[in-house]
């Protein structure tokens, strides 16, 4: 996965783990311009997801596996992260 942005790289980890009827993202940073995060690097995003594999989880498991989907990226490319996770049909 060299050469990629961020985005493409956060999406496509988004893709092979939860496999989303839909997804969108919304790179933020620019919005966080001067902050802490930001000028260290890390990315701010809004992913908004749709999967089967939320059916049944509360919003604290959902979080988790939108989170263990993106592993270590959280560690340096990514300070903060807004989710909104759905199961089909809640859309």
Same mark, same amino acid.
């Given at each position: !996965? ?13 893709? !092979? ?6 997804? /969108? ?7 966080? &311009?001067?902050?802490? =995060?930001?000028?260290?690097? =890390? ?8 999967? &089967? ?6 919003? $604290? ?9 993106? =592993?270590?990226? !959280? /560690? ?6 807004? $989710?909104? &996770? ?6």
């Amino acid at each position: !996965m060299t050469g990629q942005t961020r985005a493409e790289k956060l999406r496509n980890r988004l893709v !092979m783990a939860l496999e989303p009827l839909s997804l /969108e993202l919304f790179d933020d940073s620019e919005k966080h &311009a001067g902050h802490k =995060g930001n000028v260290q690097g =890390g990315g701010h995003f809004t992913v908004r997801i749709v999967s &089967a594999a939320f059916e049944g989880k509360n919003l $604290i498991q959902r979080h988790r596996l939108v989170y263990d989907a993106v =592993g270590d990226m !959280m /560690e340096r490319e990514i300070h903060a992260l807004s $989710i909104e &996770a759905k199961a089909p049909g809640e859309e």
